[in-house]
Structures are given as structure tokens and as C-alpha cells.
């Protein structure tokens, strides 16, 4: 897989980023200075995807302590990226990685424990995406049917742009590309912020055949046989299984029961939240009208714009993360 546009990486004292509100038409490296920088570039989804948020995250604590590391400032700096975006755990999950860490941490070398604590945060993420992909290999394997491609639908990006490195939903998918398996894939534009466009982009990169489809052919095309199994990430998986994803998934999920075709999730640990007993207790991000468009924001109807939806345990036919695949009602299993 091509990887001539990470998604993150360090630059010196500052954070280089993929800025994806130019994708898919312009790639263009954004450089991070600041904690105001990496606070910004996540509220306005530069960078998105709930691992890649996770890490943005981390490396936002260390570039916050960057003149000061005192505990005072340490708080500000992790409530600051907090209250950023709240439905991707991995957000919540990293900052509170960096305190336990950072607070045992003595002053005098404090800020270059944060930077090798996000750089610890990065690489884990870059080693379970790739876990995921080889679990997930075995899926798409036995899906295959015949001589014809597997067809797999996701929805959102769930692919290497929404993590460090090698997506959650789209690792299996380039772990049978680079073992030489045929797949195409359906991709799901994701209204509003169409961040299928952003798959398609991936895919492209990587040489991955795909089509991209309006939302709500998803139902059609599972009713004529054209999908062998879905898989979409995850921005936060409670106790129980039930799934926050991005808005759609939910009905991908009904329509894929109704028509007998399974519907995998596939997320790191980072991405559940024990804490967290079900779907109703995770909080759902309610976006501006403006990502429905000017003529829409400017037509200045009521508008409801929840940016995620949750997909009952019951729905899912596993979960796959790195440790490997799980019943969505038995994720206890992982649990540390
Ligand atoms: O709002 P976004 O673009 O940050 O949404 C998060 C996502 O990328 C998706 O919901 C994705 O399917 C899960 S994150 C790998």
C-alpha cells in the first residue's frame, strides 16, 4: 500500500498532518505548532476518524506542555482537546492515557515523556490496525464465493485516513489486496461531509478496485446479491456491543439483516468503552447546518444534523479488533 501521504507524523518540535478538508481534491501537508493547532485541526476534521483523533490528541498534550508542564497547565491543556469533538472514545481514551502517564511523570522531564507517550499512542495504533486487517483477512476469505471478486460495502472512511496507519474497516480489505485476493469495494458517499469520497481517494492510492454509491442504494444493492459482507469502523463500541458509527450505519445494519448479508465492525481496543454499559450512554455529536451545504444553511430551514447513529449489539455479527474476532455481546473477553 502506498503510504506517500501519511496521515501524521513528527516534524521536530510540531506535528505534520494530512489536512483532510482539502481531500480528495488536493493533498496538502498541514504542520502543527501548538495546542491550539491540534485542538483546531480536530474540531474542524483536518484530521477525523476516531483512532487518528486519538492520536492528534496525544501529540496535542505533548505540544500544549510545550513552556509549561506544570499539573495546572497539563489540566488545561487535556480539558482543552477534551471538549474538542465527543463521540470518538479514542479521544477520551488518550488523554486519559497521557495524565496517567504524564502525572507520574517528574516536571523536570515531563514534556519529552509526552512526546514518547504520543509517539507510544501512534505506533500501537499503527500495530492493531494491522492486527485488524489479518483477522479480518480470514472474514473476506470465507465470504469469498466463486471466481468473482469479494464485494464489500463500507460506510464513512474507515480506512488508513481515519488512523495512523492502515484503517480499522479497510485493513482487511488491503490485507486480501496485498495477498492478491480480487475485492471491490462498495463505498458509501456518507452524507453530509461525504467522507466516502475520502475511501474512494485511499482506494484509489492503494490500487483497490471500488464504486462509489449515494447512500441509499446501499438497501437495493444488498437486496440483488451484490454485497458478500459489510464492515464499517467504529467511534465508540459500549459494554454490551452496541456500535456508534458514523450516521447511516444503523440503517446499513437493518438493511443487511433483512437480506442475510453479515455486518462485521472493526475498531481497536481503543474504541471500546467499558465504561459504558450501552448504546444509550454514548453521547452523539450534533454537527452546523453548513455541512449541509450554503444553499441549505441559507434556505435557513430547521435542521438536525446528528453526525452518528448506533447500531444495536443484536445487528452486529462480530467485532473484530486486534485481539480477534468477537461476538458484539461478548466483548468481556477483552476487557483488561
Ligand atoms: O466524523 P468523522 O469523520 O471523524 O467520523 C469518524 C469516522 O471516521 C467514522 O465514523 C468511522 O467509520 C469510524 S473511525 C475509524
Not at 50 to 69: E, R, S
Not at 160 to 188: D, F, K, M, N, Q
Not at 210 to 232: E, F, P, R, S, Y
Request: hydrophobic residues 50%; charged residues 20%; glycine residues 8%.
Amino acid at each position: 500500500m502506498s503510504t506517500r501521504w501519511p496521515t501524521l507524523i513528527e516534524d521536530g518540535n510540531g506535528v505534520l498532518i494530512l489536512d483532510q478538508t482539502r481531500l480528495p481534491h488536493e493533498a496538502v501537508m498541514l504542520r502543527l505548532d501548538s495546542l491550539e493547532d491540534a485542538a483546531n485541526a480536530i474540531c474542524v476534521m483536518q484530521v477525523r476518524g476516531a483512532p487518528l483523533i486519538g492520536a492528534t490528541a496525544a501529540y496535542g498534550v505533548a505540544l500544549g506542555l510545550a513552556t509549561d508542564a506544570s499539573d495546572a497547565r497539563l489540566g488545561q491543556v487535556i480539558d482543552t482537546l477534551a471538549a474538542t469533538r465527543p463521540t470518538a472514545v479514542n479521544l477520551h481514551w488518550a488523554l486519559a492515557r497521557m495524565r496517567r502517564v504524564l502525572e507520574r511523570s517528574e516536571l523536570a522531564i515531563r514534556r519529552e515523556a509526552a512526546w514518547k507517550e504520543a509517539r507510544a499512542v501512534a505506533t500501537e495504533d499503527k500495530a492493531a490496525n494491522a492486527a485488524i486487517g489479518r483477522h479480518g483477512l480470514a472474514l473476506l476469505q470465507a465470504a469469498h464465493r466463486g471466481d468473482r471478486p469479494i464485494n464489500v460495502m463500507t460506510h464513512c472512511n474507515a480506512g488508513r485516513l481515519a488512523t495512523v496507519e492502515h484503517g480499522t474497516a479497510i485493513a482487511p480489505i488491503y490485507a486480501a489486496h496485498a495477498a492478491g485476493i480480487a475485492v471491490h469495494v462498495w463505498v458509501s458517499e456518507t452524507r453530509p461531509r461525504n467522507q466516502g469520497l475520502l475511501t474512494a481517494w485511499e482506494l484509489r492510492e492503494a490500487g483497490v478496485p471500488h464504486t462509489l454509491i449515494a447512500d441509499n442504494a446501499a438497501g437495493l444493492l444488498m437486496m440483488q446479491g451484490k454485497v458478500d459482507l459489510v464492515i464499517v469502523g467504529a467511534d465508540r463500541i459500549a459494554a454490551n456491543g452496541d456500535t456508534a458509527n458514523k450516521v447511516g450505519t444503523y440503517l446499513k445494519a437493518l438493511a443487511a439483516r433483512a437480506h442475510g448479508v453479515p455486518f462485521y465492525v472493526a475498531a481497536p481496543l481503543s474504541t471500546i468503552d467499558f465504561a459504558c454499559p450501552s448504546g444509550a450512554g454514548i453521547p452523539i455529536e450534533e454537527r452546523a447546518a453548513q455541512e449541509f451545504g450554503a444553499a441549505v444553511a441559507d434556505f435557513g430551514t430547521a435542521v438536525a444534523n446528528p453526525a452518528f447513529d448506533v447500531t444495536p449489539a443484536a445487528l452486529i455479527s462480530g467485532i473484530i479488533s486486534e485481539r480477534g474476532v468477537a461476538a458484539a455481546g461478548a466483548l468481556g473477553q477483552w476487557q483488561a
